[in-house]
């Protein structure tokens, strides 16, 4: 089962060494793991995705909180969460294509952010599924290099129910 983990830390140096080896101690696999300074500087927030049993992830929580620069741990719910992941792809794309190729990343609202002679580069922004839908689509033309920021999610306010993306 896939899980979502919003972690608050002190920003101290190590920090993320030490949790990440707390993981892999326990055998968890860790899908995606971005790390960032909070509104408040001296804290950071780790977004860990992670796939294991339930009890295992309750364990690791547990073992989480005896780390001293741990403060909040928050298994985010998947149905309740607003989450956006970020990709650059650079894209095989000559003269005859780049038309076609533009298109497709209006209609998926990317951005494009470098091309040269052969290639074009593709800044994609959404949930984890709009980026897999469009580095697939994107294969159709020769994928060069993808790189992917990981998700970063928060939980959403419990009274807004006014915009949903």
Same mark, same amino acid.
């Given at each position: ?24 101690? +326990?055998?968890?696999? %860790?899908?995606?793991?971005? #790390? ?7 804290? @950071?927030?780790? =977004? &860990? ?48 294509? +780049?038309?076609?190729? %533009?298109?497709?990343?209006? #209609? ?7 091309? @040269?002679?052969? =290639? &074009? ?45």
């Amino acid at each position: 089962m896939r899980h979502i983990l919003s972690v608050t830390v002190n920003n101290q140096p190590a920090v993320l060494a030490r949790i990440s080896g707390l993981f892999s101690r +326990r055998n968890f696999n %860790i899908l995606s793991l971005n #790390v960032g300074e909070t509104e408040l500087p001296e804290y @950071s927030r780790m =977004t &860990i995705v992670v796939e294991g049993n339930t009890d295992t992830l309750e364990q690791v929580k547990k073992q989480l909180y005896k780390l001293i620069d741990v403060i909040k741990i928050t298994e985010l719910n998947q149905s309740n969460m607003i989450e956006r992941d970020m990709a650059i792809v650079k894209v095989n794309c000559g003269k005859n294509q +780049r038309g076609q190729v %533009i298109q497709v990343v209006d #209609v998926f609202r990317g951005k494009v952010v470098d091309f @040269s002679l052969d =290639t &074009i580069t593709i800044e994609i922004t959404g949930d984890e599924n709009k980026i897999n839908a469009f580095i697939e689509i994107m294969r159709d033309f020769g994928i060069k290099e993808v790189v992917r920021t990981g998700l970063v999610a928060m939980d959403r306010e419990m009274n807004n129910n006014v915009l949903t993306n």
